[in-house]
């Protein structure tokens, strides 16, 4: 599945906030930003949020029951 990363300036609590949207669903959640919450070795938004541009394409690779990790395009 894939699912659209855009970066989101305006937010209010997260000036290094990624959105995460899929098709038909529009809004699912955000990436996380916080070493509590990302996983292993992933990457949180604010290390993100410089490789890619104002949106990017990630493959979900693993669902847990907290959340999802997914490869990221950063070519998008």
Request: with cysteine.
């Amino acid at each position: 599945m894939k699912v659209k990363l855009t970066k989101e300036p305006d937010n209010e609590f997260d000036k290094e906030a990624i959105k995460v949207e899929m098709d038909g669903l529009g809004l699912v959640g955000y990436v996380a930003n916080s070493p509590y919450t990302v996983k292993g070795e992933s990457m949180s938004a604010g290390r993100l949020y410089d490789k890619i541009g104002d949106s990017a394409e990630g493959i979900i690779l693993y669902v847990t029951e907290h959340g999802i990790i997914c490869y990221v395009n950063e070519e998008e």
